[in-house]
C-alpha cells in the first residue's frame, strides 16, 4: 500500500490548495488518491474541491473520494449537513452514492423525499435513488434492503419527476426482492409516462431473467 507520510501529504495539501491551474489541481487530487491516505486534512481539502469552478477538477475529486471510502463517508455526511450549496451538495451525494454502504442510507433517504424547489434538487434526487439501489442490492442485513425498497416504491409511484420514478425503476431491478418486483409490477399498471413504463418493463423483463420472477409477488 503506497500510503505518503504525513508530511508528504501536507505537502499535496499544499499543492492543491494553492493550485494555479485546473491542471494542476487533478494532479495534485490524483496524488492524494493513490497515496490511500486517510488523513482527515487531505480528506477536507478533497471535499473542498468539490466547490472548484472547473468540472474536471470536481469529477476527479469525487472519484478521489470514492476510491478512498470508507473513510471518507463520513466527513462526506458532515459536509452536506453543514452545507447550503447545493452544487456542492450534489457532488457530496454522487460520491455517496457510488460509495453505496449502508451508512449513507439514511442521508440518501432524506435527500430522496426532499421536495424539488429547481432542476438541481430534481437531479440530486435521482442519484440518491441509485444510492439506495447500490445499498439494497450489495447489503446482507434485510432490514437495510427493506428499507431502500421501501424508499424506492415511494419515489416510483409518488413524485411528479418522471426522471426519478424512471431511476427508482432501474434501483428495484438492481435489488431484485420479491418485494421490488411486486412494487414494478404495481407501478406498471398506472405510469403514465411512456418512456418511465417502458424501462418499468424493462426492468421487469431482466429481473424475470434472473429466475427469481413471481416470488412473492401477486398476480
Known amino acids: 500500500m503506497n500510503k505518503l507520510k ?6 499535496l495539501i499544499s499543492q492543491l490548495k494553492h493550485a494555479s491551474s485546473p491542471i494542476d489541481a487533478i494532479s495534485a487530487i490524483t496524488a492524494i488518491s493513490d497515496s490511500k491516505t486517510i488523513e482527515a486534512g487531505a480528506i477536507a481539502t478533497l471535499i473542498q474541491a468539490l466547490s472548484h469552478h472547473h468540472p474536471s477538477v470536481r469529477n476527479t475529486a469525487t472519484e478521489a473520494l470514492v476510491k478512498l ?18 452544487g456542492l451538495q450534489a457532488y457530496i451525494i454522487q460520491a455517496l452514492a ?14 430522496l423525499g426532499t421536495a424539488v424547489a429547481n432542476h438541481c ?5 435521482r442519484i440518491a435513488a441509485r444510492g439506495l439501489g ?20 415511494w419515489a416510483l409511484v409518488t413524485p411528479e419527476d418522471w426522471g426519478l420514478r424512471y431511476a427508482a425503476a432501474v434501483s428495484l431491478q438492481e435489488i431484485a426482492t420479491p418485494e421490488a418486483c411486486a412494487f414494478l409490477q404495481v407501478a406498471q399498471n398506472q405510469e403514465p409516462d411512456k418512456v418511465v413504463l417502458s424501462r418499468i418493463t424493462l426492468a421487469l423483463e431482466q429481473v424475470k431473467g434472473t429466475g427469481d420472477w413471481g416470488l412473492g409477488i401477486g398476480d
Do not use: M, W, Y
Not at 80 to 85: A, L, Q
Open 69 to 86: 471510502a470508507p473513510a471518507t463517508v463520513e466527513p462526506l455526511i458532515a459536509a452536506f449537513r453543514t452545507s447550503s450549496d447545493q
Open 134 to 153: 447500490r445499498i439494497g442490492s450489495t447489503a446482507k442485513d434485510p432490514e437495510i434492503i427493506r428499507h431502500a425498497v421501501e424508499k424506492l416504491s
Open 6 to 11: 504525513s508530511q508528504d501529504t501536507d505537502k
Open 121 to 125: 434538487q430534481g437531479n440530486v434526487r
Open 98 to 111: 457510488q460509495i453505496g454502504v449502508p451508512t449513507t442510507l439514511d442521508l440518501l433517504s432524506e435527500v
